[in-house]
């Protein structure tokens, strides 16, 4: 594996976490071998040989080099080509505060998500309550701003754009809107897919419902 | 870099306020300590970290860092011309850094915490059994970022010695409590030598709490908290 050069990704073609990688790579103008791994599967021989600890994807293969987790991997690509659509601000203060953004959307928004459409009842209720509160705290740090980096696209925009995808996933299971509690967000959604790098990555969220509805179905959570 | 005063608020016993200080003292960097009642949140605290309201937070001048690894980055940023870089030089290793330090955070407090709220003696050698795994993991870490030196930064002590390095005594005070061998020359012998080189740097030496203290500390949590010990 040491001496292959180039870019691989090892991805599965819903995940949020892959999607970073591949926003920051399209938006970086870089050339990459895009490979999809079954999930639903057995786990190939290179993911499990790249990223022994978690075998999760994503995974970057730099020149036989990888380099694992989604917000590791964006940080490592903005930092081996920094001419092109810096993703991470210049100044240590901006940048701490776009590195504390990321890693709230990290821990916060795909959790509380998976518990809004797998859970029911007051468990479910409880995610909603949590996940409303989430929203308009990312609400509240978007304000007016064109992107949370401020004018330009960045990291923390990275962090959280592909999970936008599961919306509607959360909003039809749980029965709620996104709009009605953080307008803004909603807004720059729409913002970020007119960039090509986004438009060209999100999974479209009526898919990624038909994909809730099979784990759902696989798992018996229905 | 900016201008003002540095306070940093914590908790004496907190891994996260530690690595922390470790760091700030490993730089010279001067700044104000505010120890915390986290059972009791002040003011201070909720103004400036409204989010988690959590300790630590750097308070720089008029801003508010939080976080601890986040803080980390900051320190070597912010004050990059000062004494060893506090993460690695290049991409790669950096990366390898941050892999760890997110696996660190990720299992082990809850790995050797889980021995000490265990309640029976199943869970405990279940958790044991758990945090060996985690420590062999970090054995393989540690060759591979040491390149052979002393520390996971190399020569100096780095982002990934402070963050492994602010939990060395309270893993000892979770061997005493449990009477079980954690951190095993026989199973890590790397990380054991580490863990001895790395408490005997001053930064180490000046911001881990004692074994004993955090023993006692532990123990009372697990009458009054975990509730796992019943009061005497």
């Known amino acids: 594996m040491a001496s292959e050069k180039g870019i691989k990704l090892l991805d599965f073609w819903v995940s949020p976490f892959g999607q970073r990688a591949r926003i920051a790579l399209a938006e970086k103008g870089v050339e990459y071998e895009h490979k999809e791994e079954n999930l639903l599967a057995e786990k190939s021989e290179l993911l499990l040989k790249s990223n022994p600890v978690h075998k999760k994807i994503p995974v970057l293969i730099h020149d036989g080099k990888p380099v694992c987790e989604s917000l590791i991997i964006v940080q490592y690509i903005d930092e081996v080509w920094p001419d092109k659509a810096p993703l991470l601000p210049s100044d240590p203060y901006q940048r701490a505060q776009a590195r504390f953004w990321a890693d709230f959307v990290d821990k916060k928004v795909f959790e509380c998500g998976g518990r809004l459409w797998k859970l029911k009842g007051e468990e479910q209720e409880a995610a909603k309550k949590e996940m409303i509160e989430i929203l308009q705290i990312l609400e509240a740090q978007l304000g007016d701003k064109k992107y949370f980096g401020g004018d330009t696209f960045g990291f923390v925009d990275v962090a959280f754009v592909p999970l936008t995808s599961w919306f509607y996933s959360c909003e039809t299971c749980a029965n709620f809107s996104v709009e009605a509690v953080a307008p803004k967000i909603v807004l720059w959604v729409q913002r970020c897919m007119e960039r090509e790098s986004v438009a060209k990555t999100l999974s479209d969220p009526k898919k990624v419902y038909e994909y809730v509805r099979f784990l759902k179905k696989r798992f018996r959570i229905e | 870099m900016a201008e003002g005063e540095l306070k940093l608020l914590g908790m004496w016993a907190s891994p996260f306020v530690i690595r ?190 004692s074994v004993e203290r955090l023993e006692k500390h532990a123990r009372g949590l697990q009458v009054t908290i975990w509730k796992v010990v019943s009061a005497n």
Request: net charge negative; proline share 4%; aromatic share 10%.
């Open chain 2, 20 to 209: 922390v200080r470790m760091m700030l003292e490993e730089k010279g960097l001067s700044y104000e300590y505010i120890e915390q009642d986290v059972f009791n949140k002040s003011e201070l605290l909720l103004k400036h970290n409204p989010t988690y309201k959590k300790v630590p937070v750097l308070i720089h001048g008029d801003r508010d860092i939080c976080e601890s690894l986040v803080i980390l980055e900051y320190i070597d940023e912010n004050w990059s011309g000062i004494g060893a870089p506090v993460l690695p030089e290049t991409p790669y290793e950096r990366a390898i850094a941050r892999f760890w330090a997110a696996y660190i955070e990720d299992k082990l407090l809850l790995s050797f915490i889980g021995i000490l709220r265990a309640t029976t003696e199943e869970a405990k050698a279940e958790k044991i059994a758990e945090t060996h795994t985690i420590l062999e993991m970090l054995e393989g870490a540690f060759k591979k970022c040491s390149t052979g030196k002393g520390f996971f930064g190399g020569d100096s002590i780095g982002y990934l010695d402070v963050t492994l390095g602010s939990y060395l005594t309270w893993i000892k005070a979770a061997e005493r409590i449990s009477g079980a061998k954690l951190l095993d020359e026989t199973k890590m012998p790397l990380l054991v030598e580490w863990g001895k080189r790395f408490l005997a740097v001053d930064c180490a030496k000046k911001s881990l709490p």
